[in-house]
């Protein structure tokens, strides 16, 4: 048997949509009744009328003196007309008195019209004089008087049908005296991890094992949907134990998520257990293609793929606007209008959703991708939201307006975006700014082009130019627009090696010839340009090319994004060296041999918000911190404009 | 004493900001340690950083065959390489062997890499033979393979300090081990109604008494905000209960918030108690005059006003702003930005917190006023925000941008605007429509006037013009862009009385000179227009002035704005007769005499939402619900362009 075909079971692919259509009979619309306090949120199914007048009896509505308003006829500032005070009435009690031409009951706002009286005067128009009120200001017939059921009208219709409640319909139903109400009932929502390879704490992953990801974010995405999720653990790939845990959440949910398992390879037993029930396998769209759905125990069972970003994007634009439609809320929830920064590539013949970054620029938001693989979870904490290339789009354009679909309603857009070099100072400095911030790690080179592209606030670099200056004339190269260069601080950049630098290394040549594995840094990163620059020297001298050169490095394409990343990697003797700052060495106690001392700057646009960002840098408490870091120093110039 | 001075102590009014700061110190800022998949929504106290690397081991990145790279070089479509295969490793299991060269291995998506390999072959470019491979495509090294760490590095920080936690921050809790996570408590917030007036349900109100309003407004309003009310009842005016449920509620909340006694009145038996512990008592701002804080058993206490349209105000102004920063929320959340559509009067001297109604035009959000006085929680339900005048403005001027405080997060902006004429076949109109929408009774001239303001999306109106023509005319007269009059229907007015007639009322005639009472209808209505046409008719006849006749009919003042509440008034002998259209006498059993047959007509805006409210009428399903109600009917032109 062919393996390649024995894997690619995926007869039928169908679009989204036409999966939705599938999926939605199969989640019944169910009403629930819950007491009036708590209904915010949830939707009426019925319309809902007024069982009493409100409000029930005449009122006065302002604190004052009921009176029949002929008796004030012609009363003026120094010409008062007297009436005689015949008693009070307080809210809440019942009026025993009535009253006569001539006469007046003090009244509370609130309080019922004694008979007799059509009229209030305001306490302010009025002074008292033993048994007698001097009343100085006329009214008119009804003045201040709030007649029974004018607010609202018994038998009428206060709130219609599919209307989500919010705080001012709950009063409408507490002034009604309506106790409980029949709204739309959330689906409960069984979520199942299934796989040998996923655990969850406090046991410690097995060697191959990592920690579940799915079922947590997927219970509190579906939470935010108003709707009840519940966890079932990791069933591992045993077709009782994965009947036994479906057998169970069939019995106790409307419908079951599992993730993971779905790509009818030979270890997918869930698949195996429910191909003869599928509505359906494989959709037209990336990620997300094995997704499938299929009737268990008469319980709908949604598989989603296992890759973190891949699990929840299939939920936010498969499951999550059926939840909506079925606790009725708007089906456009959560979703956002942005403009995309810079070109995006697409996959052709599929839908592609693709997660996104957002930033705000001049009140409009602005989308840059953040894609970093389908396994980073990352792509998925890097990024707000989706955004969707349609089959025919190869490419997003530059500049197009696109929905997207924010990944949660709790989400906040940064105010300051900052991108380029990883570098201790920089977390220094986004830990003291007051406006909310992200950092995304792209390198130095990585940031320069971002910022071409008008996407960062700020970026951190390091690069040395062709004069053999740090970090000048970038600007303009780049075609920066509004953006200055700011100095920072001088840093000590180095090889580092485990504890005793066993292998003795000394130079960038002994991680060549002496046979070790390096850590590297990822493309566009300043320190890999560094590595690559000592490299080209070394090549001319022995006559060979830099990618010779590179070829015989073991670990060159070891490539992680963070100087943190390549000392842990050292630590963790994985390999035996790399190339990072010295802070990084000092923090896990590693070796460290300085190869240079380079000059970390910013770049900064020139906006009202990134002013907190340079006064931040020509803070004393900035400074105080850069120097109490090892191998990190600020100058006299530090916080001032270079260029 | 007098008594105008007793009621008003306010000597020290002072500013909402000042306020604020006042009470902001006396709410503590506490932690909280909850499982990480509920900690969406919530906020961190600390960097979060991660105890492991992610991935924790090298991870093949594709299904396929684990190889060194250098066995592919060469390897093409019709020329491939062959290796042996010597294994198989899945996901979760811990590879044995280590491959040499000539060797692979079959390998698992997220399976670790075997010793000796150092890249991945796509199964897509390969085919078997037997216990042979042959490879299709070569592959570099480290391609489609996932270095330790490379996603998040041991000791990276993956969650700043005081960010609110989604979906994707709970991935990444989740994929570093973290089983729970510290976040910043919700205060608990106890809320107690106070007054005699007040009564809940199921208890039926005594006369004079009205249902509570404000505990279940302000739970729902707290509960948005993930703060953790709980009511407490209403408490009457009493000192001993008054102090004993302080006392409870004290012990077990972290804020108290009242509402009502706040108005230093002789029945504030709460004021009384409270007054020698104030933090501060009256706020220059309307409403929430009285507004106070005191300090009570070592706990806040925030007496609010007792209409429910300031209390909710004052809570949403002063103090939800407060629960969102402890709370780690920006204080903006749910405001937007609006822009007037008319010009608004305000109070000058104070601050002033005014409800609109929001509607969408054109992707911009405009504001409407939806006053209808502090006691009705019309104010509160018919409105979606509240805006501020500032003390120096007199009005706030048409076409003004404004910061409004949305009511609700829940909230959705109606889809579609109907204003006009109350009629239950405008009830049937909307209940038949799909998109989301929203009904103000404004009466037909109202409507008119809302409409040449730009403010509807449509209108019901029923208004007699110079040439005893119905509805025509009146677009061009008041000047409305853009719109249509489209046909509705007919409609029987007429004098509706008790059921048996019992004061043998016949005529318009009847109502002046029979001693008896009527309920009228609100100015701008065109039931209301239809009397007093009636009435200067009369008054022409007799030789007097209409006011004359006005004055003589008792109840004209009785101005409610809708037909139900009209023909309510009569069934509950309140009054003794009306106008009001056919359908709700015969609703509720009363008997009708016919004085004319009306046409009623939609003036509908030209646009594409409003296509909806336009199809709807032409619809077989409203014509038919129409002939089916008492009184009204359509026509042949029902539906139809007038003009």
Known sequence: MNKQNKRKQFHNLISIEKARKIIKPHIKTQTQEIPIHQAAGHTTTTNIKSPIDVPPFDRAAMDGYAVKAKDTYGAEEDNPKQLTIKGEIKAGETPKQKIKTGETIEIATGAVMPAGANAVVMIEHTDQQNQKINIRKPVHPEQHVMHAGTDITTGEKIIPKNKTLTPREIGLLSATGHQTIKTKKPPKIAIISTGDEITTPPKKPKPGQIYDINQNTLYSAIKETGAKPQKYGVTPDNKQKIQKTLKKAAKENDIILTTGSTSA??????????????????????????????????????????YPTSCLTIYKTLIEPIIHQKTGKTQNQNTITVQTTTKIPSVPGKKHLIPIGITKQKN??????????????????????????????????????????????????????????????????????????????TGSKG???????????AIGIHLLNKNQQYNKGYIKKHNIKNAQLIKGYKREQGIITQKNNPHNIKTITDLIDKNITITNRNQGS????????????????????????????????????????????????KTDAGIAIKPYATKHNLHFIKITE???????????????????????????QINQTPGLKTTKKTGQKIE
Chains 1, 2 share one sequence.
């Open 598 to 624: 380079e000059q970390y700057d910013y770049i900064i646009k020139k906006t009202k918000q990134t002013q907190e960002i340079k006064k931040t840098i020509q803070s004393k408490k900035f400074k105080k």
């Open 364 to 441: 409009k938001h602005k989308a840059y991708p953040v894609y970093q693989g389908s396994g980073a979870i990352k792509s998925l904490s890097n990024s707000e939201a989706i955004i969707t290339a349609q089959p025919n789009e190869k490419y997003i354009q530059k500049g197009e307006t696109k929905k997207a679909i924010l990944h949660s309603k709790h989400l906040q857009i940064p105010k300051l975006l900052i991108m380029g070099s990883h570098c201790i100072g920089t977390d220094i400095l986004t830990t003291n700014l007051k406006q909310t911030n992200k950092t995304i790690h």
């Open 265 to 306: 390879g030979q270890t997918d037993i869930l698949y195996k257990i429910l191909q003869n029930k599928l509505l359906f396998h494989g959709l037209k769209i990336k990620p997300g293609k094995p997704t499938f759905a299929a009737k268990h125990n008469n319980t709908l069972i949604i598989g989603l793929p296992g």
């Open 447 to 457: 940031g320069l082009e971002m910022m071409t592209q008008n996407i960062p606030d």
């Open 526 to 573: 300043g320190t890999r340009k560094l590595l690559d620059q000592k490299i080209k020297q070394i090549a001319k001298k022995r006559n060979k090319t830099p990618k010779q050169i590179k070829n015989q490095i073991k670990g060159y394409n070891n490539t992680p994004t963070t100087h943190s990343a390549v000392a842990q990697a050292i630590k963790n003797k």
